[in-house]
């Protein structure tokens, strides 16, 4: 049965760093591109990052770039989103997805063209 599952997510300071996974099954990720969105209490869902098939280019919203990195595992069928230097503002549920059309297209968004959705982890950042 297809499922992903989010984890990693959690209470920090500003200044510190978590890593997000986003493990796979019943799917072969990096077949799809797959992007992480976040949306934080009375605000619109915002892309954050993907990472396509094949070449495994990236995209990064402007406010995260230089602070995040978005990486897959294919032996573990997990991609993952490393989060330094986290701000308040990051504070959100943290999503991924997947898209399954075979030529799409990896560029952040907000997410309407992606299929399948995880249940999503909370991620805290404050003093």
């Known amino acids: 049965q297809l499922q992903l599952v989010e984890s990693g997510g959690g209470l920090v300071q500003p200044g510190g760093s978590l890593r997000l996974s986003c493990a796979a099954s019943?799917?072969?990720?990096?077949?799809?591109?797959i992007g992480w969105f976040r949306q934080a209490p009375g605000k619109e869902r915002e892309g954050v990052s993907c990472?396509?098939?094949?070449?495994?280019?990236?995209d990064y919203a402007d406010s995260v770039k230089g602070r995040f990195t978005i990486s897959r595992d294919n032996a573990k069928n997990t991609v993952y989103l490393r989060m330094n230097n986290l701000k308040p503002e990051d504070t959100a549920v943290y999503y991924c997805?997947?898209?399954?059309?075979?030529?799409?297209?990896?560029?952040?968004?907000?997410?309407?063209?992606?299929?399948?959705w995880g249940q999503g982890t909370q991620v805290t950042v404050s003093s």
């Open positions: 019943g799917l072969t990720l990096d077949y799809y591109v």
């Open positions: 997805a997947v898209d399954f059309r075979p030529n799409a297209n990896c560029l952040v968004g907000l997410g309407y063209e992606y299929d399948h």
């Open positions: 990472i396509s098939r094949g070449s495994g280019s990236t």
